[in-house]
Structures are given as C-alpha cells and as structure tokens.
C-alpha cells in the first residue's frame, strides 16, 4: 500500500473517534501546512484528499476552521473553495469573500445559483470586475446593489449603471450613490430624473396640496427643463446614447427639440437631427450652421418633422445664428420671443406651428422664471 494511503487511512481512523475540537484544529493545521510546507508530491495529494474528505465533516466548526486557514491563497484546491462557497454562510463568507481562486464565471455562477446573502457577498470583494458587476446588476436586490455601489473595488460599466437605474432607480439610497458618482453617463442621470418626477407625482400627499392635474403639468414642466439641462452638459462623445435613449423614451418631440434649439444646445439639437434623420453628423453640422434656408428644410423634413413644424425650425435656425453671434446668455427668450412675433402677425401662420410656439413661449416664461428665483437666491446669499 503506498504511503499516501497509509496517511489518509490513519486519519480516518483518528477523525472517527477525535472530537469537534481537535478535528477543527487539525483541519486548520492541515489546511496550512499544504499551503506552507514543501511536501512530496504524494503527501501533498494526501492532504487535498483528506480536506475533501473534511468538507463532509457534520461540525461547522471544522469546515469553518478549514475556510480560513486555505480562504485567502490562490494555491488553495479548487474544489475544496468550490465546495466552501456553497456551505452554510459563515462558512461559505470566507472563501466568497476572499479566495482568489474563483474565476469571474465562477463568481458570477454562485450569483446567479445563490441566495441574496451569497450576492451580497459577491458584490463587497476587494475586487469585482465588469462582468461580475453586471451579473449583480441584473439580477441584484436592493441589497446586492447598495454593497456593489458601495465597494470601491467594484468596476462598472455604463450598460450595468444604465440597468441599475432602470430596475431599482426609484429606491433613493440607489439613486443617491449613484448620482453621486464622479462620471455618471447623462441617459442614466435622465432615468434618475424620471424616478423623481414619477415618485414626485404619485406623491398622495402632493396630489392633495396642488392637485393631480397641475402636478402632471409642473412634474412634465419640470422634467423637459431638466432634461434639456442634462442635454446642455453632456460630453460630445456621449452624445449619441443620450439621444437614443431619449428617442426610445419618446422624449424627442418637436417641442423638446426646439428648447433645446432655442436653449443653444446645438451639440445635442445637432446630435438630435443626425439620429432622427440618419444623415452624416458633420453633413448635418455643416447645414444647421451654414446651410442655405431650403437645405436646413430639407434636413428637418429628414428626420420626420411635417412642413408646417418645419418652417418654424428653419427660422429658429436663422434666428440662433444670428443670436449665437451676439449675446447667448438670454438665447431662449430672445430667439422664442421672435418666432412668436414673426409667426403671430403673419396672417395665416399654420395651427401646428402656433401651437408649438406655445409650448416655445411656455419654456421661455418658466426659464425666466427659474433666472428670477437664482437671482433672488444669490442676493439672499450676498446680503447674508
């Protein structure tokens, strides 16, 4: 009989009789001394056999007791911390918590085959890597996502923050670690504001204090102001996935489009008309900015906008350049308050570009108001 036998023989007899406590010890001692200690190539299979073995031990003492002697050590056997990660959670804690032996498709299997603890777990390891992070970003609790927002080591992309937001957006620890993160992508600060707008009007209480049909108006009011806003700050190469999550959100109307327009967020009103019409950005740039009246037409018809509505951005344009060359920093009344004049005295101006400069003059008197109530707040400030 070779030695390696022998070895796990008489250790078999000794744990049969050997108590919680000396087994617990021994497993420790065994679990680091084939971690530590040079041994022949057939004592060393002893011991991984007889660690195997202990895995079946009925003492959580003694299956705890090897988890932390081997939890740490990237020599560790793989089966032994495979087996570990699916005992009871004090046990399993250690190894899921520290082993660097799991592979990322190790991690994310335990994600998805495990309890919520086994997630939480996951998700607060010194390091957690862009696929892990987005396993527990689809399928995480509240829980889950609170340690993975917290967890400095964790790496996530913006497809996973973009989940996050969209599934447990409406819970406001989540939304509040995730606005405060230094480079938060603009599409998923816009899911963020519609959680607010969307918690804001089911608010009973609000309802009450100004009742539900103006609290539709001022939450909508308040929403297109933002996002127009969040449009105004993103960065260029962002652009694009703004704009199509607005597009599929049902955001890109004519009316937000020509706040944008009027607002001077010609990046993003730019960006805008290139997804809407699927004509080259620079093709596209080049006409808004110096494109004869008949092309600019043309391009906005392109991206879906009926004649009628069309005019009216092809004088919005005109008017912006003019503007852009003088003083932008009243851009949206100025360029809003001659369109009005323009198409209100004409004698027979369409209904629908009427009514979008409506919906223009609207903007224009609540952003006004906004500068009046930042003006009032800075004085106060001053005068402090």
């Known amino acids: ?104 498709a190790d991690l994310v299997d335990l994600a998805l085959r495990g309890s919520n603890v086994t997630r939480v777990l996951i998700a607060s390891r010194g390091r957690v890597s862009r696929s892990v992070s987005a396993a527990l970003a ?11 927002l917290e967890n400095d080591g964790a790496s996530l992309s913006r497809a996973s923050l973009k989940r996050i937001a969209e599934r447990l957006g409406d819970h406001a620890d989540i939304r509040g670690l995730l606005l405060d993160r230094d480079v938060l992508p603009s599409d998923v600060r816009h899911l963020l504001m519609r959680h607010v707008s969307e918690a804001l009007a089911g608010s009973s209480l609000i309802q009450a204090t100004i009742g539900a049909g103006r609290l539709q108006h001022l939450t909508r009011e308040a929403s297109e102001a933002a996002t127009v806003s969040i449009a105004g700050t993103v960065q260029h190469e962002d652009i694009p996935d703004l704009v199509e999550h607005l597009r599929q959100s049902g955001w890109l109307t004519p009316a937000f489009l020509m ?31 110096t494109g004869r009246v008949y092309a600019v037409r043309a391009l906005y018809e392109s991206a879906g906008l009926s004649r009628d509505i069309s005019l009216v951005f092809v004088e919005a344009t005109l008017i912006w350049r003019e503007a852009s060359r003088t003083n932008g920093g009243t851009m949206l009344e100025n360029v809003s308050a001659r369109l009005m004049r323009k198409f209100r005295l004409a004698e027979q101006s369409p209904i629908a570009a009427l009514q979008l400069l409506d919906m223009v003059e609207k903007l224009a008197n609540a952003e006004r108001r906004q500068t009046a109530r930042t003006f009032a707040a800075l004085a106060a400030l001053a005068a402090a």
């Open 1 to 104: 009989m070779s030695r390696r036998y022998v070895i796990i023989e008489a250790f078999l007899r000794w744990a049969e009789t050997a108590k919680a406590e000396g087994r617990a010890r021994a497993a420790n001692a065994l679990g680091r001394a084939y971690l530590q200690s040079v041994m022949p190539q057939e004592e060393r299979a002893a011991a991984e056999m007889a660690m195997t073995y202990m895995l079946d031990d009925p003492s959580p003492r003694v299956r705890l007791s090897l988890a932390e002697a081997v939890a740490r050590s990237p020599d560790a056997p793989r089966n032994v911390i495979l087996s570990l990660a699916e005992d009871q959670p004090e046990i399993a804690g250690q190894v899921i918590l520290f082993s660097p032996v799991f592979t990322d």
């Open 138 to 148: 689809e399928i995480g609790g509240e829980t889950e996502i609170l340690c993975l």
């Open 259 to 289: 706040h944008a327009l009027c607002s001077g967020k010609v990046d993003f009103f730019a960006g805008a008309i290139t997804n809407l019409s699927a004509c080259d950005e620079r093709r596209v740039r080049s006409i808004l900015s």
